[in-house]
């Protein structure tokens, strides 16, 4: 049962870590991502649809994305999506695809990025603190309900908090990384 404990904390952790690592990618750097789109959802035939289900998305060049919809008709739809999204980018219609041109980032946007990733950061340690919040909640019921002694308590607290300090650090060495590649020219 005790190991339970720890596998549902480590589980949880662990996707907490993965889901801020899908963030960080959504966050566009001075080169053209295929990620950063991630989060642009269009209106298609009434339904929120994710941009890379209707389209393909291609790098053509290193900083211009090229989006090709499957289906002519969505063009508009595209097109009103990325502008309606937080890229900051208009998109080119040729006719053919739409283009999506990355320009330089100025410095003042590179600060205002490492703002936000640190902001994400935070909400993922947050996240993995509240995973520990509650599995700790359990431990002390199970410690209510006879189902563990007070030694194995102790023992878990400390795993748990262990395994909390390790995927924290993995957020933060995360940022770091994605700092790093926000401030690079």
Same mark, same amino acid.
């Given at each position: 049962m005790? *190991?339970? #404990? !720890?596998?549902d904390?480590k589980?949880r952790?662990e &996707?907490?870590v ?9 966050? %566009?750097?001075?080169?053209?991502n295929?990620?950063v789109?991630? %989060? =642009?959802h269009?209106?298609?035939?009434? =339904?929120?649809?994710?941009? +890379?289900? !209707?389209?393909?998305?291609s =790098?053509p ?5 090229l989006i090709?919809?499957? $289906?002519?008709t969505? #063009?508009a ?8 999204? *937080?890229l900051?980018? +208009?998109? /080119?219609? $040729?006719?053919?695809?739409?283009r999506l041109? #990355? ?8 600060k205002?990025?490492v ?6 950061a935070e909400?993922?340690?947050?996240? !993995? %603190? +509240?995973?520990? %919040? $509650?599995?700790l &909640?359990? /431990?002390?019921?199970a ?7 007070e ?8 795993? !748990? ?5 390790k995927y924290?650090?993995e957020? &933060?060495?995360?940022q770091?990384?994605?700092d ?5 020219v």
């Amino acid at each position: 049962m005790t *190991d339970q #404990f !720890i596998k549902d904390a480590k589980n949880r952790m662990e &996707h907490a870590v993965e889901a801020t690592q899908r963030d960080f990618a959504s966050y %566009r750097t001075g080169r053209a991502n295929p990620q950063v789109l991630q %989060r =642009v959802h269009v209106e298609y035939y009434g =339904v929120e649809t994710p941009l +890379n289900q !209707i389209a393909d998305i291609s =790098v053509p060049e290193p900083r211009q994305l090229l989006i090709k919809p499957y $289906d002519k008709t969505a #063009f508009a739809a595209i097109e009103k999506a990325i502008m309606k999204s *937080d890229l900051g980018i +208009n998109p /080119v219609n $040729d006719g053919t695809g739409i283009r999506l041109n #990355f320009p330089q980032m100025t410095e003042d946007r590179r600060k205002e990025m490492v703002k936000q990733v640190h902001a994400r950061a935070e909400e993922g340690c947050v996240a !993995i %603190r +509240n995973v520990r %919040r $509650d599995v700790l &909640h359990h /431990v002390d019921k199970a410690l209510k309900d006879k189902e563990l002694g007070e030694d194995e308590k102790k023992r878990l607290e400390n795993e !748990i908090q262990k395994l909390t300090d390790k995927y924290v650090a993995e957020i &933060h060495d995360l940022q770091k990384k994605k700092d790093a590649e926000l401030m690079e020219v």
